[in-house]
T-cell receptor, first 115, second 111 residues
């Protein structure tokens, strides 16, 4: 299994500002992903964080709005840029331990409120 | 793309059995997953099916029919703590490695 921590756990931000969310895993993992969960909704994949290269974004998400870094096999960041109230959501980091594993583990999430 | 459908809400009583259905359409199917999510918490893994048939794990079982694009999660001997959202997800290798989730089914268990 994997222990995943996220910082901050929650934040309240003003529109137009940016917030960087950190995801730290207690072991090296093959894949890292970022999801968004809007109030009362299910999980939507934002992007796959690739180590040493640009993230792979899903349709509807762009790098300028959600820049992602993954400098090594245990850490990733997601920035929510130029925030608007529509960005209020829970942002979750998720990992796949190895190519041989199938279970995806989730971090505790970051609850973001934009005012 | 992927299309995953599951009922929005279900209700049941303690001690009963409930079946949550999920239908899906994918191009490169590589597994069907069920997660449980309590309000305010992260999703936790329940089950994984990649071959047809039934997988049993305690009070929870999951079934898969790849030809029908159909799965269900069966919860037996329901307890109040089973009140949660149940998320059906698929891995579609033609779309990447990450799980793609359905909208989730909110289960309410009453006494």
């Amino acid at each position: 299994s994997a222990v995943i921590s996220q910082k901050p756990s929650r934040d309240i931000c003003q529109r137009g500002t940016s917030l960087t969310i950190q995801c730290q895993v207690d072991s090296q993992v093959t894949m890292m992903f970022w999801y968004r969960q809007q109030p009362g909704q299910s999980l939507t994949l934002i992007a796959t964080a690739n180590q040493g290269s640009e993230a792979t974004y899903e349709s509807g998400f762009v790098i300028d709005k959600f820049p992602i870094s993954r400098p090594n096999l245990t850490f990733s960041t997601l920035t929510v840029s130029n925030m608007s109230p529509e960005d209020s959501s829970i942002y979750l980091c998720s990992v796949l331990l190895s190519w041989a594993s199938y279970e995806q583990y989730f971090g505790p999430g970051t609850r973001l409120t934009v005012t | 793309g992927q299309n995953i459908d599951q009922p929005t809400e279900m209700t049941a009583t303690e001690g009963a059995i409930v079946q949550i259905n999920c239908t899906y359409q994918t191009s490169g199917f590589n597994g069907l997953f069920w997660y449980q999510q309590h309000a305010g918490e992260a999703p936790t893994f329940l089950s994984y099916n990649v071959l047809d048939g039934l997988e049993e794990k305690g009070r929870f079982s999951s079934f898969l029919s790849r030809s029908k694009g159909y799965s269900y999660l069966l919860l037996k001997e329901l307890q109040m703590k089973d009140s949660a959202s149940y998320l059906c997800a698929v891995r579609d290798l033609q779309a990447g490695t990450a799980l793609i989730f359905g909208k989730g089914t909110t289960l309410s268990v009453s006494s």
